[in-house]
């Protein structure tokens, strides 16, 4: 029922900043849990960074700590994540999930964006 759209990805210089952008269509969004995923070339996909319905708890993989933000507008039906100090291995396709209410607790998600690439160079 929930539909994502993933914007603002592109290309940029190691050391650089972006912000995505996760945009939902679908009056259940906002109790929802959103997770960012990314899948580099020849490589599995990997978690991000998580944020709960209301945004008061969020969870970042080690890879990104510090250096990644989640954060949630809920009037605007949006997840956003905010990447500093960029390197190229942070290159790949990120994606956004939504997760329903009854599969809190778990790993699994109910919907999933088209994703956005991502590209640092050196």
């Known amino acids: 029922q929930v539909q994502l759209v993933e914007s603002g990805g592109g290309l940029v210089q190691a050391g650089g900043s972006l912000r995505l952008s996760c945009a939902a269509s679908?009056?259940?969004?906002?109790?929802?849990?959103v997770g960012w995923f990314r899948q580099a070339p020849g490589k599995e996909r990997e978690f991000v960074a998580r944020?709960?319905?209301?945004?008061?708890?969020?969870y970042y993989a080690d890879s990104v700590k510090g250096r990644f933000t989640i954060s949630r507008d809920n009037a605007k039906n949006a997840v956003y994540l905010q990447m500093n100090s960029l390197q190229p291995e942070d290159t790949a396709v990120y994606y956004c999930?939504?997760?329903?209410?009854?599969?809190?607790?778990?790993?699994?998600?109910?919907?999933w964006g088209q994703g956005t690439q991502v590209t640092v160079s050196p």
């Open positions: 944020i709960n319905w209301s945004g008061t708890n969020t």
């Open positions: 999930a939504s997760q329903a209410a009854g599969l809190y607790g778990s790993n699994r998600y109910s919907s």
């Open positions: 679908g009056r259940t969004f906002s109790t929802h849990a």
